[in-house]
């Protein structure tokens, strides 16, 4: 059975969890000699994983949106400079 290079491509798994996966040895070779690789890979597919779950609850969480017809927006940043400067 031969297989096209669209199809191939098109079956591949290109989701952020098994981007890592596939590129960790990669990573491994510019992360920082103190930091384990295979512990840097879980940590980021476990960072993945929970703000994929973390999204659809700040979403439906009633104390991350503004109400509707509120007038709130955050405060202007000072562009003043401090007297003596």
């Known amino acids: 059975m031969t297989q096209t290079v ?12 098994a981007m890592i996966a596939t590129y960790s040895q990669d990573f491994a070779s ?32 009633p104390a991350c949106s503004t109400p509707p017809g509120s007038d709130w927006s955050p405060a202007p940043s000072s562009t003043t400079s401090r007297p003596g400067r």
């Open 30 to 61: 510019v992360l920082p000699s103190h930091v384990r690789a295979d512990t840097w890979v879980r940590l980021a597919q476990g960072a993945l994983k929970k703000g994929k779950r973390g999204t659809t609850r700040a979403s439906s969480s």
């Open 6 to 17: 669209s199809d191939a491509v098109a079956k591949r798994d290109n989701t952020p969890h």
